[in-house]
């Protein structure tokens, strides 16, 4: 087993490295002896039923990832006049195809004794990473980009990564971040085609399309596919089609890799093969087909995910792809995480919301003293006053009665010198949401 450059001519037996030492070159980890067919064991689960395919790994950092379903669209298969399947690998447990990265690249990183990961994300891959560092025991810091989904922040912080803005400036000078396109993350990327594979046998897609972001996904499944034809167990050659945002698209979701990320080595390797095309969506095209996979197939996903159909409703019109083809989408994320999106598409206006601005800053020194402390609503109004904070007395009440709606703090009744009292204290919600404000702010 070694690592080559898919730029010049190195190679390496030591597995840890990222980039090639002489041209700064994505490496791809080459097997030394491929078993003569895809071997799945059983016994395993997920992914870990490939693992002759992958590096040996002792430790087994593992979340229950791969194995997700493919299944048959059958109203846009109707539609279309294709024979149309979706693998949804929004099911994987951070709710990415990631997590297939993650689980052997992280499980990887905890052999070799490495204590600590780095990272920089705008969404998913900080979650997934953030996931795994957290089974795996290794401290996770994570570089954001200003504009990450809010609500993948607080998954990040929920997992005890340690979060840092300033995503551009600062990954410029971080060394040691680990990233999609490094080759032990594309290693467990690449069980996604093995799962194609073993569904079809050797009557696979004639076209595989997915969105395109680093470029890392769609070369894994190459990967994976030249692995599997180079012992004869496929035939047949796919064509991969890589769906793009246009410019509009890239900005709205966020949730993509910045364009520097473009791993265009790998593509070319693909490209080299013909095997690679291009297409681009906009916007809202790409609302039109998250809408048409929510009514259509039941399926909520991920914008970015739902550009693959903006795409093949585009190349069909071309008259790119031939009747009754057989086509794979590949779902690679869930639309649950992507709640903001989901108020787009509906375009139903919905308060919005960010952490530790929801509730104003009174709120906030009331929850903190309640975290110290239980007690009335008159003893927390004496209190504010000695934090120059001077509101009737009735306004404290609104506060409370808000506070106690939104499960933050409660209530209970107690008989203090004869008289009926009302203690507050902060519920153990009210004290999560403290601490991960705290953790945000800093
Ligand atoms: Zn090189």
């Given at each position: 087993m070694f690592l080559r450059c898919t730029n010049c001519k190195f190679q390496s037996s030591?597995?840890?490295?990222?980039?090639?030492?002489?041209?700064n070159g994505f490496l791809i980890l080459e097997l030394d002896k491929i078993p003569s067919e895809l071997v799945v064991?059983?016994?395993?689960?997920g992914i870990w039923r490939?693992?002759?395919?992958?590096?040996?790994?002792?430790?087994r950092i593992s979340l229950g990832e791969g194995k997700t379903p493919i299944l048959k669209a059958i109203k846009l298969s109707k539609e279309l006049g294709l024979e149309v399947y979706l693998k949804?690998?929004?099911?994987n447990p951070t709710g990415t195809f990631m997590d297939r990265g993650s689980a052997i690249y992280i499980s990887f990183l905890k052999d070799i004794g490495v204590k600590e990961v780095k990272c920089f994300t705008t969404g998913n891959f900080g979650c997934s990473i953030a996931a795994y560092s957290s089974k795996a025991g290794l401290e996770c810091e994570i570089f954001v980009h200003?504009?990450?989904?809010h609500f993948k922040l607080l998954q990040m912080v929920w997992f005890g990564a340690k979060i840092k803005m300033g995503y551009d400036k600062l990954i410029m000078n971080e060394k040691n971040l680990i990233t999609q396109a490094d080759p032990l993350f594309i290693e467990g990327l690449k069980t996604q085609m093995y799962e194609v594979f073993e569904y079809f046998?050797?009557?696979?897609?004639?076209y595989i399309i997915l969105p395109i972001g680093s470029g890392a996904n769609i070369y894994s499944f190459f990967k994976a596919y030249k692995e599997l034809s180079k012992i004869g167990q496929i035939k047949k050659k796919p064509l991969f089609v890589g769906a793009k945002p246009n410019s509009e698209a890239a900005k709205t979701f966020i949730d993509l890799d910045p364009s520097?990320?473009?791993?265009e080595s790998l593509i070319k390797e693909i490209k080299r093969e013909d095997m690679f095309i291009e297409e681009v969506a906009s916007k809202e095209e790409m609302i039109n087909s998250m809408s048409i996979f929510a009514r259509e197939e039941g399926l909520l996903v991920e914008p970015i995910s739902s550009i693959a159909l903006s795409v093949l409703y585009k190349i069909r019109k071309k008259q790119l792809i031939k009747d009754n083809s057989r086509v794979l989408i590949v779902l690679?994320?869930?639309?649950?995480?992507e709640i903001g999106s989901i108020v787009l598409l509906n375009k139903r206006p919905i308060k919005k919301i960010k952490v530790g601005h929801e509730l104003g800053f009174t709120k906030l020194k009331i929850l903190e003293l309640l975290k110290e402390k239980s007690m009335s609503g008159y003893e927390l109004w004496k209190k504010l006053k000695e934090f120059?904070?001077?509101?009737?007395l009735s306004t404290l009440y609104e506060h409370l009665k808000e506070l106690e709606e939104l499960n933050l703090i409660s209530s209970n009744i107690q008989i203090i010198k004869n008289r009926k009292t009302n203690i507050r204290s902060l519920t153990s919600f009210g004290e999560k949401y403290l601490e991960t404000f705290k953790r945000i702010e800093q």
């Amino acid at each position: 087993m070694f690592l080559r450059c898919t730029n010049c001519k190195f190679q390496s037996s030591d597995l840890s490295l990222k980039r090639c030492p002489n041209c700064n070159g994505f490496l791809i980890l080459e097997l030394d002896k491929i078993p003569s067919e895809l071997v799945v064991e059983d016994k395993e689960v997920g992914i870990w039923r490939y693992k002759r395919f992958f590096p040996k790994i002792s430790s087994r950092i593992s979340l229950g990832e791969g194995k997700t379903p493919i299944l048959k669209a059958i109203k846009l298969s109707k539609e279309l006049g294709l024979e149309v399947y979706l693998k949804n690998e929004g099911l994987n447990p951070t709710g990415t195809f990631m997590d297939r990265g993650s689980a052997i690249y992280i499980s990887f990183l905890k052999d070799i004794g490495v204590k600590e990961v780095k990272c920089f994300t705008t969404g998913n891959f900080g979650c997934s990473i953030a996931a795994y560092s957290s089974k795996a025991g290794l401290e996770c810091e994570i570089f954001v980009h200003e504009k990450a989904n809010h609500f993948k922040l607080l998954q990040m912080v929920w997992f005890g990564a340690k979060i840092k803005m300033g995503y551009d400036k600062l990954i410029m000078n971080e060394k040691n971040l680990i990233t999609q396109a490094d080759p032990l993350f594309i290693e467990g990327l690449k069980t996604q085609m093995y799962e194609v594979f073993e569904y079809f046998k050797e009557e696979i897609p004639d076209y595989i399309i997915l969105p395109i972001g680093s470029g890392a996904n769609i070369y894994s499944f190459f990967k994976a596919y030249k692995e599997l034809s180079k012992i004869g167990q496929i035939k047949k050659k796919p064509l991969f089609v890589g769906a793009k945002p246009n410019s509009e698209a890239a900005k709205t979701f966020i949730d993509l890799d910045p364009s520097f990320l473009y791993c265009e080595s790998l593509i070319k390797e693909i490209k080299r093969e013909d095997m690679f095309i291009e297409e681009v969506a906009s916007k809202e095209e790409m609302i039109n087909s998250m809408s048409i996979f929510a009514r259509e197939e039941g399926l909520l996903v991920e914008p970015i995910s739902s550009i693959a159909l903006s795409v093949l409703y585009k190349i069909r019109k071309k008259q790119l792809i031939k009747d009754n083809s057989r086509v794979l989408i590949v779902l690679t994320g869930s639309g649950l995480k992507e709640i903001g999106s989901i108020v787009l598409l509906n375009k139903r206006p919905i308060k919005k919301i960010k952490v530790g601005h929801e509730l104003g800053f009174t709120k906030l020194k009331i929850l903190e003293l309640l975290k110290e402390k239980s007690m009335s609503g008159y003893e927390l109004w004496k209190k504010l006053k000695e934090f120059n904070i001077n509101i009737k007395l009735s306004t404290l009440y609104e506060h409370l009665k808000e506070l106690e709606e939104l499960n933050l703090i409660s209530s209970n009744i107690q008989i203090i010198k004869n008289r009926k009292t009302n203690i507050r204290s902060l519920t153990s919600f009210g004290e999560k949401y403290l601490e991960t404000f705290k953790r945000i702010e800093q």
